[in-house]
């Protein structure tokens, strides 16, 4: 069966840095399009970034654009989001999804509509 885990959440400090990873199983992550999305207590689940199957595009939301990266390592059925310059306004649950129907095109911020999902992992910024 399809699966998604993510990894690499945790507490950082304003202006710090994180990882996450998005393992996938029961799939090859060239199949699909991998996006990240986020999701506060009180806020609308919003996309962050996503990665396309093939081509090598990608696409970010303005409130991250200049501070995340989004990449695929193929060889390890992997999607990382490299997030740097963190801020507490980038607190959240984070969650990485797939769906092999989506380009990575558009507006990412509004795109929510993911086949498959992983569990998320908290990413919390604050002094």
């Known amino acids: 069966q399809l699966q998604l885990v993510e990894s690499g959440g945790g507490l950082v400090q304003p202006g710090g840095s994180l990882r996450l990873s998005c393992a996938a199983s029961g799939f090859t992550v060239d199949y699909s399009t991998i996006g990240w999305l986020r999701q506060a207590p009180g806020k609308e689940r919003e996309g962050v970034s996503c990665?396309?199957?093939?081509?090598?595009?990608?696409n970010y939301a303005d409130s991250v654009k200049g501070r995340f990266t989004i990449s695929r390592d193929n060889a390890k059925n992997t999607v990382y989001l490299q997030m740097n310059s963190l801020q507490p306004d980038d607190t959240a649950t984070y969650y990485c999804?797939?769906?092999?129907?989506?380009?990575?095109?558009?507006?990412?911020?509004?795109?929510?509509?993911?086949?498959?999902w992983g569990q998320g992992t908290q990413v919390t910024v604050s002094s």
């Open positions: 990665i396309s199957s093939s081509g090598g595009d990608t």
């Open positions: 999804a797939a769906d092999a129907h989506y380009y990575c095109s558009g507006d990412v911020s509004y795109v929510l509509k993911y086949d498959s």
